[in-house]
């Protein structure tokens, strides 16, 4: 049981450079999230999606893309990268925001990524 | 709005001691709340959460929590720490009318031998 796949783990980015994080889970969850996680600030939700083909912005979105084409799937697109992006970002799944909680969170093992 | 605060950077606590981990919350509604703990260059894992019911919940490994309406507060406890507890605990909150989880900044545990 894989869950939440994140890849790639590490990647250091020049100024101005783009790139896409990946994340897939096999759970058939619905809602996916993104965050990213910054020292002594907690996580941050950069966008999250209810399912395929809905997505929308959360705390901190500006210089982020997300595309949600299958339930599996939730890329995460960095079009310019900017030394503020540097952070480790984390990707996650839930069922449902069905009463009773069915909607734990399961956290992929993160992608930690340096803009220099 | 919704939010969550941790007050404590850090807990040293010595193993077989009790181990506590503050969290206050702030929501416009009912809260539902949650633990997950942070192992080193691994993803979050989850706890135990509170929806409705009982105020103590028991989790994995041990731990419990306490919701306390009153003092909007979620304090996580274990009765006797191990050195293994020792990692990034963060607590998060929502509204039930809402999806988006809220986390603390998390507090770092370390249970000494």
């Known amino acids: 049981n894989a869950g939440v796949t994140q890849t790639p783990k590490f990647r250091i980015l020049k100024i101005g450079q783009s790139m896409t994080l990946q994340c897939a889970q096999d759970?058939?969850?619905?809602?996916m999230y993104w965050y990213r996680q910054d020292p002594g600030m907690g996580l941050k939700l950069i966008y999250y999606?209810?399912?395929?083909?809905?997505?929308d912005k959360g705390e901190v979105p500006n210089g982020y893309n997300v595309s949600r084409s299958t339930t599996e799937d939730f890329p995460l697109r960095l079009e310019l990268a900017a030394p503020s992006q540097t952070s480790v970002y984390f990707c996650?799944?839930?069922?449902?925001?069905?009463?009773?909680?069915?909607?734990?969170?399961?956290f992929g093992a993160g992608t930690r990524l340096s803009v220099l | 709005a919704q939010s969550v605060a941790q007050p404590e950077d850090q807990v040293n606590v010595a193993e077989g001691n009790p181990l506590t981990v503050k969290c206050t919350y702030s929501?416009?509604?009912?809260?539902?709340l949650f633990w997950y703990v942070q192992y080193p260059n691994r993803g979050l894992q989850f706890l135990l959460k509170?929806?409705?019911?009982?105020?103590l919940v028991k989790g994995s490994y041990g731990f419990e929590a306490e919701f306390n309406k009153s003092q909007t507060s979620f304090h996580l406890k274990k009765p006797s720490a191990l050195v293994s507890d020792s990692a990034l605990y963060f607590c998060?909150?929502?509204?039930?009318?809402?999806?988006?989880?809220?986390f603390g900044a998390g507090t770092t545990v370390t249970v000494r031998a």
């Open positions: 929501v416009s509604g009912n809260p539902y």
């Open positions: 996650a799944s839930s069922y449902s925001r069905l009463a009773g909680g069915r909607d734990i969170q399961y």
């Open positions: 759970m058939n969850h619905n809602y």
């Open positions: 998060a909150v929502r509204d039930i009318s809402d999806y988006k989880l809220s």
């Open positions: 509170y929806i409705t019911g009982d105020n």
């Open positions: 999606s209810v399912g395929a083909g809905i997505t």
